[in-house]
């Protein structure tokens, strides 16, 4: 889990997460630039179906990088709940190819003070070395930021 604080906005929570899932869901030019520009560690982060992203991408420190779909809004399977005092969430399941559950996400916005905070959520396998998870928070910290800042400053 990776934490951003948004401060000094006016953007509602759930104009926020809109707008970032319009940027991993639908395929244009400037979304498939942002997508990859997030984080070096992406290769391929683009729209597949409604609601279910191809993600070619270094996770967690891996020397090769890994090839699953995010399917948003399909929890099954997810340990993670919706966060206490949490109004908003992307949240769905991390598959291969063959459909084989690998873990998902439960990313979520809440309105605070005079801004926002964002948690990027992924749930990994158990057997996942810990030092892979806690590269993969500076991971969505990076591209988390960066979607944000796309959507704050557009």
């Given at each position: 889990m990776a934490e951003l604080i948004i401060q000094h906005t006016d953007m509602t929570p759930e104009e926020v997460m809109e707008k970032i899932e319009t940027i991993m869901l639908v395929n244009s030019a400037e979304h498939l630039f942002m997508n990859l520009a997030t984080n070096p560690d992406h290769f391929?982060?683009?729209?597949?179906?409604?609601?279910?992203?191809e993600v070619i991408e270094y996770t967690g420190g891996s020397p090769l990088p890994t090839r699953f779909f995010a399917h948003y809004g399909d929890v099954q399977g997810l340990r993670s709940s919706l966060s206490q005092d949490y109004q908003v969430q992307a949240a769905g399941t991390?598959?291969?190819?063959d459909g084989t559950i690998?873990?998902?996400?439960?990313h979520q916005?809440?309105?605070e003070k005079d801004g926002l905070r964002f948690k990027a959520l992924v749930e990994f396998p158990s057997v996942l070395p810990r030092y892979m998870i806690r590269k993969h928070q500076y991971?969505?910290?990076?591209?988390?930021?960066?979607?944000?800042g796309y959507v704050i400053n557009a």
């Open positions: 391929v982060l683009t729209a597949t179906d409604k609601n279910r992203q991390a598959k291969l190819e690998i873990g998902g996400v439960r916005i809440k309105q991971h969505l910290a990076c591209e988390f930021r960066r979607w944000i």
